[in-house]
Every structure is written in C-alpha cells, then in structure tokens.
C-alpha cells in the first residue's frame, strides 16, 4: 500500500486497468444478454418462414404424401413438424423422435391443449383463430427437452382451418450462444491484457514530466536555480512546466537582483563611510588644533573655523542628497508637477554659473530659443538637474575651454544638450557614472570636490519627469550630456 501511495505510475496504472475491466466486464454482460436475445430472435424468425412455407405447401398440395415430406422437412430443419386442426388436434406429427400420424382415427386424436405438458393454451388456440402467430420457448414435456416453438394458422379460403407447429431443441441453439459468449471471454480477457501493457505505457509517459518537475522543483529547494524541465506538449501538465520553468528564471532574476542590492548596500555603506571619513577627521584635525592652542592669532582661528565650516556645509549637503536619493529611489517624493518653461529655467542656472565661468576663463555657450513649447514638470527638482549637469560641466572643463547648453523642441519632447570641451569619460566608465557616489579620475578634472551622487539624483529626476538620460564622451573630446523631457500632453 506504500508503494501504491508513493507511485502515481502505479496508481494512474491501476486506476486505468480498474476502470477497462470494469467496462468490459459491463458491456460483455450487456453484449452477451443482448446477443443471446439477438440469436433466439433469428432462429425464431426462421421458424416462423418455414412454418409459412409449409403452411402454404399444405394449402397447395405440394408436400403429398404429407407425413414423409415432413419428416424429410423434420430431419432437414433438425425440428419437429406438427399440423393441427382448429380444434387443436394433432394430424401429422414429425421429427425429434415423434413420427405419428391421426388424421381419421377419433379413438387415438391428441390435443394440444395441455397433453402430456405441451406448453399451449386455450388462449393461445383462440388467438390462433384470429390469425395470429404464437411463439414460445422453454420445456415441453412432450418431447422431454427445451425447445422453442412457432404456432402458425393455416388459412383456406381466407379461414382459419388449422396450424403448423415448428419445435427445435434449444441445447444446439444455446451451444452456439455459448461459443458466442466465449469469444466475447476471450475477447475480454485479450483487451484487459493490452490495456493493461498499454495503460502501464501511458502512466509511465504521463508520469514522466511529472517526475522531471519534481526533479527541477528539490533543485529549485536546494538553491539550484538554473535547472529547466522540458516542455513536450501544450497540455495542463506542458503549462505547469513552462510555469515551473517561468518560476526558475525569476528566481534566477531575484536573487541576482537580492546579490545586487546586497553588494549595493555594502557598497553605499563603504562610501558613506568614505564620504563621511575626510569631512570628521578634517573638522577633528582643526578643531584639536584650536584645542591645544596653536591658532597664533585670530586671523587663523578664523581660517579654522571656516574650513570646519565649510566641511560642515559638506556633510549637511551629503545628507540632503542621499535623503533625497533614498526618497526618490523608494518612491516617497512627490513631485508637484505644473506647466513649466525649461528654456527660463535653464537660463536662470547659466546666469547663476556665468560669474564662475568668467573667472576660471570658460566661454559659456546659450543656445536657448525664444519660443518653446511647454512642458509639464517641477521647477525646483528641474533646476537642480541643470545644476548638477552644468556643474560638473564647468569642473570638467580647463581654462579656455567651452561649455555649451542647447533645447531643441522636438516632435513629442523636449532636447536638452550641455557639452562641455574638457577630457571626456572613458567608454568603460560611462555607465558608471550613474552610480552613487562613483567619480571620474580626478586627474581629468580640475576639481572634486563632488559628493559623488550629482548624477545619480539627477537620472532620478529626469525619470520621475518621464524622461531619459545618456552621455556621449570620448577621451580628449569632451562630453555631452542629452536628456529628454515629454512635452505636455
């Protein structure tokens, strides 16, 4: 029984056997009861024309001399020919044993009616009269043996002036339906044979997919995640592959997303704590300094106090930007979109970083059209991508150099391109610079003083917005930062 519940092969197995034995045993059953029924009912029919055809031989006078043309007939037919009067009286009697021959002689006439066991009836006499045809079939103790009987009227002048009754023994008949009955055995037992080789075949290909699935499905438990069941058919059981399939390769995505985030956070923890190192162990140096007295004079005190200052500004603005990043990152920051003019807003930052490019000798480029369409965004976080981008722009560029901001209205969004003259970024490193806290090699730019996550917060921002971001750099050729923003709609 533990083997039976531990293996669908054998109970998909036993359970198909279980149900052909069932059909066949039902249908031979019924098969059998309906061709014994079947045969009787063709023997009884071939009866009913001999004794026709003998009624009307009678008739015509063909079967003269009468008792040795129906004992020929008797043997012929393997039955026993008897003709009555309408009274029910035997004249000829013939076959099966039985040769007598009363016509004439009162002293020794046999009526049907209930002699010696016959089977018939007045009733059946009566109904004969009226030219109906009576059957029967069960024992009749006149011949001692079961037989079945036709009573047929014979008609002259349009009257009923007599029968023909035909008997034949019903062991012969009942042999063939025994044969009949064993071929249908035989039959049976040949087809519970091969549907059992075949049900044993088709549980075990049924079984199969089954079992690759529960395979896959302990590798998928133990961690295995590459494992993939192959699917063979569109049926429930193809479906439930192709869905375990499914299941393995977003495993497969989720734990390569959950090593990401893993290695993210260990990576974000080292950076802040890198970030965080420089600005404490400067603030810690000056503030000793001011501690054991080695500021000579008040101006270098001052001096102190304004690098702790300004580290202090640092730190302050690392907070707000990863606040910030975390919040657009988890999806908790708002915006409060409005329809918005981007070529004001990029001229109101080019203004802000005209004085800066003036003193470090960058010629700063607009190229902002008078009219454009408007679009549907947030002023402040807006601004802070032009910030960002012109920002590190101007950092990246030498003195002499250029640095450019361009919108282009397009069909459907709005262009915005700054370019800048400065060392480019290697191929490798562009898709790094999105990054938290990622930095270009300093020695290609003239400052670094960056937090790190400039770019960062801005991708974010540009996404929130709808839009999208890219770099096109080449080593000593500059760079050009493009974003779209969707006009609105």
């Known amino acids: 029984m533990n083997v039976i519940n531990k293996s669908i092969v054998l109970k998909l197995w036993l359970a198909m056997v279980m149900m052909v034995i ?12 309906e061709l014994k029924e079947i045969y009787f009912n063709q023997q009884l029919d071939q009866l009913v024309k001999e004794g026709e055809h003998i009624s009307s031989s009678i008739v015509e006078n063909k079967l003269a001399p009468l008792a040795d043309n129906l004992a020929v007939m008797a043997v012929i037919l393997n039955a026993n020919i008897m003709l009555v009067d309408n009274q029910g009286y035997i004249i000829e ?22 002699y010696h066991g016959i089977p018939w009836q007045e009733s059946d006499l009566e109904s004969l009269r009226q030219g109906k045809t009576i059957s029967y079939r069960g024992p009749n103790h006149f011949f001692d043996n079961d037989v079945l009987s036709v009573l047929l009227p014979v008609y002259r002048d349009e009257k009923v002036t007599g029968a023909v009754v035909l008997s034949k023994p019903l062991a012969p008949i009942e042999g063939r339906i025994i044969e009949l009955q064993k071929m249908t055995l035989y039959t049976g037992i040949a087809g519970i044979l091969l549907a059992t080789f075949m049900s044993l075949l088709f549980s075990r290909t049924l079984s199969q997919p089954l079992l690759r699935m529960n395979k896959v499905a302990r590798a998928l438990a ?9 699917v063979k058919s569109k049926d429930e059981i193809g479906l439930l ?29 080292a950076n802040v704590s890198h970030e ?38 640092r730190l302050q603005r690392l907070v707000t930007e990863l606040l910030d990043l975390r919040k657009m990152e988890a999806g908790y920051l708002n915006l409060e979109m409005q329809e918005t003019n981007i070529s004001a807003i990029a001229g109101r930052v080019l203004d802000k970083f005209q004085a800066v490019a003036e003193f470090n000798g960058i010629n700063l480029i607009r190229n902002l059209p008078d ?16 910030i960002n981008l012109l920002d590190n722009a101007v950092r990246a560029t030498p003195p002499g150099g250029t640095v450019e901001l361009a919108i282009k209205d397009c069909e459907e ?49 540009v996404e929130m917005h709808g839009g999208s971001i890219e770099v096109i750099s080449k080593p000593g050729e500059g760079s050009i930062f493009l974003f779209t923003i969707p006009k609105r709609a």
């Open 22 to 33: 069932i059909v066949l045993c039902l249908s031979g059953l019924v098969q059998t009861r």
């Open 93 to 114: 009697c013939q076959g099966m044993g039985m040769s007598l021959s009363i016509s004439g002689k009162e002293e020794q006439k046999i009526n049907i009616m209930g």
């Open 222 to 230: 133990g961690g295995d995640y590459s494992c993939q069941v192959e």
């Open 241 to 269: 592959a192709g869905s375990l399939n499914s299941l393995s390769l977003e495993l497969q995505k989720k734990i390569a997303a959950l090593d990401m985030l893993d290695q993210t956070r260990r990576e974000f923890v």
């Open 276 to 313: 965080l190192r420089t600005p404490l162990s400067i603030m810690l140096g000056y503030t000793e300094a001011l501690i054991d007295g080695m500021a000579g004079n008040e101006t270098e005190k001052q001096r102190y106090l304004n690098n702790i200052h300004e580290e202090i500004l």
């Open 371 to 386: 009219t454009i369409s408007p679009v549907f965004a947030h002023n402040d976080r807006l601004e802070e991508v032009f």
């Open 413 to 461: 969004k709005l262009q915005i391109l700054i370019s800048d003259t400065g060392p480019g970024i290697p191929s490798e490193e562009q898709p790094l610079i999105w990054e938290r806290f990622y930095k270009v090699d300093k020695s290609r730019a003239r400052s670094g003083g960056g937090t790190g996550l400039g770019l960062a917060i801005v991708k974010k921002i």
